[in-house]
């Protein structure tokens, strides 16, 4: 009764930013940071700047930062459980409105400031989010390709959708928020020894998230493509599909890679486990 009653009291708070937002548009090259410097100039610094921090790390002693660690990521936590939220609000009265198909395809679906708005925060926090690496580097654990590849690879697929105007974005975007509040909840247990039982489970969950959002993206374009190329048929552009459904095969073909790597005894690891136990 307690949470029903703060929810009621949060809703017209919640309203009144939802019709602030109704008018507000992501404008190709005008709105800050959607031209191609931001993104392509961020992802070559951040990978210049791994690399020095590697070799300035070298001969120091590894930080410890807990606090900071913790701090960082259940504030990365909130605010994916936050910005989830706002898009599950919208997507839900969308829902009243149209089908499936429409939600993927519209453009009327798309022209929407609430989800631009949501999807442009999203956007932000794929910068922030590259601190993620640098801690890492900082207390001198490993960087395996995957994670800052598709930390970098991120901030160019949120980018390039937005510049795209590609409906089916709300399909991953609502996706990877869920799995961030888990991801980073997990993580912020772990700055402070707290065990998370289900930690196994998340790469699984991410590897059904890439699957539906490569199937979701694929249906787009080839409605798109079946349509004759026509972007009535499914907003967007084809350069905003093939972008997307490159980047999310690849995360898809390298969290499975990931999973069996780590998840699955290898042929020598079974031998020598045998030979232990004889």
Known sequence: ARIAGTMESVRPHVDAAMRYAADWRFVKDATPFSGYAAPWITVVVYFVLLRVLQSTMR???????????????????????????????????????????????????????????????????KY????????????????????????????????????????VQWVPIVLNLFVHILMYYYYAMSAIKIRVWWKKY????QIMQFIVDVVAC???????IIGGFDYDKCYGTQTG???????????????????????????ATKKATERKSQ
Request: hydrophobic fraction near 50%.
């Open 218 to 224: 694929a249906y787009a374009y080839a409605v798109f």
């Open 241 to 267: 599909a093939i972008t997307g459904i490159l980047i999310l095969a690849s995360y898809l073909l390298l969290f499975v890679r990931f999973y069996i790597q780590t998840y699955k005894p290898q042929p």
């Open 59 to 125: 001969g120091r002693k590894a930080f410890d930062f807990p606090t900071l660690l913790f701090v960082h990521n259940f504030m990365l936590c909130v605010g994916s459980a936050l910005l989830w939220g706002a898009l599950v609000y919208v997507l839900a009265e969308k829902m009243t409105e149209y089908n499936l198909h429409e939600m993927i395809c519209s453009a009327r679906m798309h022209d929407d400031g609430r989800l631009q708005l949501i999807y442009y925060i999203n956007y932000f926090f």
């Open 202 to 205: 998340l790469t699984t969950i």
């Open 128 to 167: 922030y989010e590259l601190i993620d690496t640098v801690l890492l580097v900082l207390r001198k654990k490993p960087v395996p390709f995957l994670h800052e590849y598709h930390h970098a690879a991120t901030l160019i697929l949120t980018w390039s959708q937005q510049r795209e105007h590609s409906t």
